[in-house]
């Protein structure tokens, strides 16, 4: 049997929590609380924070309600909301992978959302409120996931939200039956759900000690992308003040239209072998479920890709480039944040090098006769230097560009916008072994940051010990968590910990999270060659076959 390090024995005892199997409510003095939606008794968890888990925003969206608008809902008598509630229907989560932290019941009736308060009522002013949209690549997620949960936050001193959309063509099918039956405009249900989320919030979240005033809402990867459209659909203006998007901000890729994604709508009806829509909407959710395409957690299921936002014309007006272009759309200081080993499509033979033969093999590959060029900008000077390069330059094509893109979109309305890369490398223990992660070489990957911005970095060892944090990503943690609190409270994610400047074309440069925090400028002759240079596309992207939540 091979002993741990004695140091990295004790930094594991004193973060891995104790797994229990108690699931009672512990009451919270003063409860129940009056909502608009009915009366709700929560939970007091070990920490005093007080949880209420659960809750129903909308009526559940099942018979005549699949694949309709989200319908508010009223009850009478307390609803206890001491457990989180289903995860809307999707495909399950092997037991080997990084996010795996527990089973989750599964099913439609799942348009719940978890509200974590401090432990005492404030008795002066509101707190700011942090509302968090998961990923998933509009396919997979929960509000349920541990790495999502608001005690951290709410011990720092704010009010934490997440809640449940639908996912996949449950939440995002357009059909002509639907487009006669709706009004002109189908499909967008999960970006509806998640409006209709925010309104609850708005509404509701004084009686929890919150400001409706003073709403940040954040989402990473998929979840990024509805923020985006929450910024954009007329029907969310007013339900938050600023937003953060993290893997990533982009509000010039086109988006599918109603008409493109009704044909995409009637190939599921073929599949599913339905007549009409009245026949689709009998049919067991997880028939429905089979006949979707899912290249995520390790599957490749050849079905028909259903899943994300669409130009209906109503929900989502006009492609987003249009709408932020001519200003018509909310207003609000953003934060633009991605990862130093964020996904990089184009890039993956630049990014599997090893050695300098390799790496000019793979420039030339990608970029034929401007492969000198690109050696100029992006040279690494050893075969230890190869990786880093690649990565920095995969990073440069995609997600930083876009960020800064984000920025100078917002810039042309005078609104502000701070970016961030997040760097740091998660201080795994040496040979713990994930099925999606190869814990020796990982780097700073998709969604590495977001257990820093929650605090909630101990819910990587609730199941298996993986990680031995050190004090170092601790103080990073409490840093991060406290310009998120600071950006809902002001509209400025600055403190005095971690000063933030905004993005200008003066001040071309953002804020670096690694292993240290330093603001550094961009490499402009990178940028700009690579925006003017796409890689060769000699073969179809592959799908990611690992999660994106």
């Not at 409860?31 to 949880?51: F, H, I, K, Q």
């Not at 559940?60 to 508010?72: D, E, H, I, K």
């Not at 974590?116 to 998933?136: D, M, N, R, S």
């Amino acid at each position: 049997m091979k002993l741990l390090p004695i140091a990295l024995m004790a930094a594991l005892a004193s973060t891995t929590p104790v797994l229990a199997g108690d699931k009672s409510m512990t009451p919270i003095s003063g409860d129940p609380v009056a909502t608009g939606s009915g009366r709700v008794a929560g939970t007091r968890l070990p920490s005093g924070v007080r949880a209420y888990l659960g809750i129903p925003f909308a009526a559940p969206p099942v018979g005549a309600l699949r694949w309709a608008p989200p319908q508010p809902t009223r009850w009478s008598g307390v609803f206890n909301a001491d457990r989180k509630g289903a995860e809307c229907i999707q495909v399950l989560r092997p037991h080997d992978i990084n996010h795996y932290f527990g089973e989750e019941a599964s099913g439609e009736d799942c348009l719940t959302l978890n509200v974590w308060a401090p432990a005492k009522p404030t008795t002066g002013a509101a707190l700011p409120v942090i509302v968090f949209i998961y990923g998933g690549g509009y396919t997979l997620g929960s509000s349920g996931m541990a790495n999502y949960d608001g005690e951290a936050m709410a011990q720092r001193g704010a009010i934490f939200v997440n809640f449940n959309y639908r996912v996949g063509a449950l939440g995002f099918l357009a059909h002509p039956e639907l487009t006669a039956e709706q009004g002109g405009a189908s499909g967008n249900y999960g970006t509806m759900d998640q409006t209709l989320a925010l309104r609850w919030v708005h509404d509701n979240i004084a009686r929890f000690g919150g400001d409706p005033g003073e709403v940040l809402i954040m989402g990473q990867s998929a979840g990024a992308r509805s923020v985006a459209s929450q910024i954009v659909s007329p029907a969310a203006r007013g339900l938050f003040r600023a937003g953060v998007m993290s893997s990533g901000c982009n509000f010039r890729a086109p988006t599918p239209t109603l008409a493109e994604s009704e044909k995409l709508g009637l190939q599921l009806q073929r599949a599913l072998g339905a007549g009409s829509l009245a026949a689709m909407r009998m049919l067991p959710a997880d028939k429905i479920l089979a006949a979707q395409s899912e290249n995520q957690l390790g599957l490749s299921v050849a079905g028909v890709r259903i899943g994300g936002p669409i130009v209906d014309g109503k929900v989502i007006p006009a492609q987003f480039s249009a709408l932020i272009e001519g200003g018509n759309y909310a207003r609000v200081p953003i934060i633009a944040s991605y990862n130093s080993d964020d996904m990089s499509n184009g890039f993956q033979p630049l990014l599997a090098a090893s050695t300098l033969a390799q790496y000019r093999a793979a420039a030339d590959a990608l970029f034929g006769s401007d492969a000198p060029a690109f050696l100029g900008l992006y040279a690494p000077a050893s075969d230890a230097e190869v990786r880093r390069v690649a990565r920095h330059a995969a990073s440069d094509a995609g997600f930083a560009s876009q960020a800064r893109n984000c920025a100078m979109d917002e810039a042309a309305h005078s609104v502000p916008t701070f970016i961030d890369e997040y760097a740091r490398r998660h201080p795994y223990i040496p040979g713990v072994k994930l099925a999606d992660q190869d814990t020796a070489t990982v780097g700073a990957y998709h969604t590495a940051d977001i257990p820093y911005w929650f605090g909630t970095q101990d819910k990587y060892n609730a199941i298996r010990a993986t990680r031995a944090w050190t004090p170092w990503d601790r103080t990073m943690s409490g840093r991060m968590m406290d310009a998120l609190i600071a950006f809902a409270a002001t509209g400025s994610p600055t403190t005095a910990a971690m000063p933030w400047r905004a993005w200008t074309p003066v001040n071309d440069s953002y804020l670096r999270l690694g292993d240290d925090v330093q603001t550094a400028p961009y490499t402009l002759p990178g940028l700009s060659w690579l925006a003017a240079h796409p890689p060769a596309a000699s073969a179809p992207v592959p799908r990611p076959s690992t999660p994106r939540d």
